[in-house]
């Protein structure tokens, strides 16, 4: 069980902000996120967008703001358990017991959710009989692709991900790439690949096709896939891989006895506390009258909670309000030369 | 101002007014109905506002932008007439659009 001053749900600019406001008054902190990276949104939905309201940097894009979120926490020891989500909280005398799906625990009098519109997830195939092959022979992601050596495989989606691996796993498997219209979104250069796989015979390429069904007793035999106009082809398959991103869901934080309102958590605007004690939310996750969906919101909604940690991390301290630019103290936390 | 129905998948309808300048998702989360998310607030980046558009409508809206077609790729069950309604934007010639939507969002 890993002891600390305050988890930090989510690693989106929010979460990263307020940890570094956490570390400037002394605590400690962990961020949990979902995502294999830091940075949210910000880096899963638009990196390379161009950002024009973060207070004094005229233009910035989602990553260069996660870089520049990230090199602010530089001085700082911070751990990050990326990959794993938040499942269950349950309270423990004054603190807060959290777990994660891969069964890592956390003591804390602090919880600050900062999780955006909710965890991403890939998004599944609609056809209901895809569940009972779910991480058997249908896939959202690869971990292991020998499996798939000498089989043949069915790849879903338009994007990188589809192309990538449709050029990858033809060098060892039989590969069927589908898509529901004839362009792709991918790269041009992967794109012209698979056009020449295609050619070769080592990609077969179905376009305004999508998935109809899947077939099989116990395993995966084959899919139906339909064509705009109807018409039905069956495919032998031994495994089906759909890349159609990530979509945001709510998840856990829903059954955890907070005040929601629709997707959003209800919290005051002194702590950003929820109707928990001890339990905070900041960012697009919050909601109060007047709540703006604003990175820059969510800034002020970290520092705000990260001081309402103080009182119950530090119950027998007293906080004082201090500047970076005068603070000895802040500027030994920061490892930077006091005048 | 255009009279604007949302067609949940089980059929129930809701007709609402929106103000000319919103979009039709904005139209569907202020009036609360049910079906349309918007999670990304209308940046084109989520594609949880999917709806389907009728024929005769289809052709009268505006065209897609450059996007719009990518992110309906990994829409929940796209059809030729799918739209995202973030990117319709109401005016007096949409008076009287219907919009479908799909079972689901995600």
């Known amino acids: 069980m890993i002891k600390t001053d305050a988890l930090i749900i989510g690693a989106g600019p929010t979460g990263l902000f307020t940890a570094h406001q956490l570390k400037i008054i002394g605590l400690d902190c962990e961020i949990v996120d979902n995502l294999d990276k830091a940075g949210g949104q910000c880096i899963e939905l638009y990196p390379d967008k161009p950002i024009y309201d973060i207070p004094a940097i005229p233009e910035c894009t989602g990553e260069e703001l996660t870089k520049n979120l990230l090199d602010q926490l530089k001085p700082f020891n911070i751990n990050f358990h990326l990959g794993e989500r938040v499942d269950e909280l349950?309270?423990?005398?004054?603190?807060?017991?959290?777990?994660?799906?891969?069964?890592?625990?956390?003591?804390?009098p602090n919880v600050i959710i900062a999780g955006g519109v909710g965890s991403f997830e890939p998004r599944r195939f609609s056809p209901?009989?895809?569940?009972?092959?779910?991480?058997?022979?249908?896939?959202?992601?690869?971990?292991?692709?020998?499996?798939?050596?000498?089989?043949?495989?069915?790849?879903?989606?338009?994007?990188?991900?589809a192309l990538d691996w449709a050029v990858e796993l033809s060098k060892?498997?039989?590969?069927?790439?589908?898509?529901?219209?004839?362009?792709?979104?991918?790269?041009?250069?992967?794109?012209?690949?698979?056009?020449?796989?295609?050619?070769?015979?080592?990609?077969?390429?179905?376009t305004k096709y999508q998935l109809k069904t899947v077939k099989g007793n116990g395993t995966l035999e084959s899919i139906d896939?339909?064509?705009?106009?109807?018409?039905?082809?069956?495919?032998?398959?031994?495994?089906?891989?759909?890349?159609?991103?990530?979509i945001m869901q709510l998840g856990p934080i829903a059954n955890w006895g907070l005040n929601l309102n629709k997707k959003t958590v209800e919290v005051d605007t002194e702590k950003f506390e929820t109707n928990q004690k001890g339990i905070y939310a900041i960012g697009d996750i919050c909601n109060y009258p007047g709540k703006l969906?604003?990175?820059?919101?969510?800034?002020?909604?970290?520092?705000?909670?990260?001081?309402?940690?103080?009182?119950?991390?530090r119950p027998n301290e007293k906080y004082r309000f201090e500047f970076t630019t005068s603070s000895k103290t802040i500027k030994e936390r920061l490892g930077v030369k006091s005048d | 101002m255009a009279k604007i129905t949302y067609v949940e998948h089980n059929g129930n309808s809701h007709t609402v007014n929106v103000e000319n300048g919103l979009s039709v998702m904005e139209g569907a989360v202020q009036n609360n109905i049910p079906g349309i998310d918007g999670d990304c607030g209308g940046g084109m980046s989520c594609a949880t506002c999917h709806v389907y558009v009728k024929e005769e409508w289809f052709d009268k809206l505006e065209k897609k932008l450059d996007g719009e077609e990518d992110m309906l790729d990994?829409?929940?069950?796209?059809?030729?007439?799918?739209?995202?309604?973030?990117?319709?934007?109401?005016?007096?010639?949409?008076?009287?659009?219907?919009?479908?939507?799909?079972?689901?969002?995600?």
């Open chain 1, 90 to 108: 349950k309270k423990n005398e004054n603190n807060w017991e959290v777990k994660t799906n891969k069964g890592k625990s956390f003591l804390t």
């Open chain 1, 128 to 161: 209901k009989e895809c569940e009972q092959f779910e991480d058997k022979s249908i896939f959202y992601s690869i971990k292991n692709k020998k499996i798939f050596e000498g089989k043949t495989v069915s790849i879903f989606g338009g994007g990188d991900s």
């Open chain 1, 172 to 206: 060892n498997s039989k590969v069927n790439l589908i898509h529901r219209r004839d362009e792709f979104r991918g790269a041009h250069a992967t794109l012209d690949k698979v056009h020449e796989l295609q050619k070769s015979g080592k990609i077969e390429l179905f």
């Open chain 1, 225 to 246: 896939i339909e064509h705009e106009n109807k018409e039905i082809k069956n495919l032998k398959s031994d495994y089906v891989l759909g890349f159609f991103g990530l």
């Open chain 1, 293 to 313: 969906k604003l990175i820059l919101s969510g800034f002020h909604e970290g520092a705000l909670a990260a001081r309402a940690c103080f009182k119950l991390a």
């Open chain 2, 74 to 106: 990994q829409a929940y069950e796209p059809k030729k007439n799918s739209r995202l309604s973030c990117q319709l934007t109401v005016s007096d010639e949409l008076d009287g659009l219907i919009v479908n939507m799909p079972d689901k969002q995600v």
